[in-house]
């Protein structure tokens, strides 16, 4: 273990997460997390969530504890999905949570999960699959048809990029750079102003 992340707010405001030292893993800091959480605001509580490559968890968990309904939790690494588990298993409201371990792009494919109302995308920044999944995600009927998408992904693919890549279906709300990150939350043009 290298460390630990912390709930910044909701109900499980203070619990520690572990951060493992596994390759690749990118752990969504306080300052992004904050971020994302203000612009989305009131907005997340009732969400029905999923967090795909979840890491240490900690972007679906935050938002179970701001009020999401429930969070689906998606990640590869069989040793990070076993230091998830056994943390939420004495957590209040901890069936609200279910973690899969699973290649993302494999479960993706074959689900029949959802619809989520809120996409937490997290992909190593290495693959540009960020609009490939959420494709997938769409024609397999897993997104609601108002669902917010938060990305995080390298700078130069966030923000117009990334909508461009996502292609009319998306309009983009917010975008921001943060030191080698950018994060940009995005919603259904069908929809009105979340």
Not at 116 to 129: E, G, I, N, R
Not at 187 to 192: E, G, L
Request: hydrophobic share 45%; net charge positive.
């Amino acid at each position: 273990m290298t460390g630990k992340l912390r709930i910044i707010a909701g109900r499980w405001r203070g619990r520690r997460i572990p951060v493992l030292d596994r390759p690749g893993l990118r752990p969504t800091g306080d300052r992004v997390r904050e971020s994302l959480f203000n612009w989305l605001g009131p907005r997340v509580v009732g969400r029905r969530v999923l967090d795909l490559y979840a890491g240490t968890g900690a972007l679906g968990l935050e938002a179970v504890s701001r009020g999401a309904s429930s969070a689906c939790l998606v990640e590869r690494d069989g040793a990070l999905v076993r230091a998830i588990k056994p943390l939420i298993a004495n957590w209040p409201e901890q069936e609200r949570i279910t973690v899969i371990q699973a290649d993302v792009e494999q479960w993706v494919a074959q689900s029949a999960l959802g619809p989520f109302d809120l996409l937490l995308l997290d992909p190593p920044f290495d693959q540009a699959v960020a609009a490939q999944v959420v494709a997938q995600l769409q024609a397999g009927g897993a997104l609601a048809p108002e669902a917010l998408l938060y990305v995080e992904t390298v700078p130069e693919l966030s923000g117009a990029p990334l909508a461009e890549a996502l292609g009319p279906t998306y309009v983009l709300l917010k975008h921001k750079v943060i030191g080698q990150v950018g994060l940009s939350l995005l919603a259904s043009r069908a929809s009105s102003e979340p």
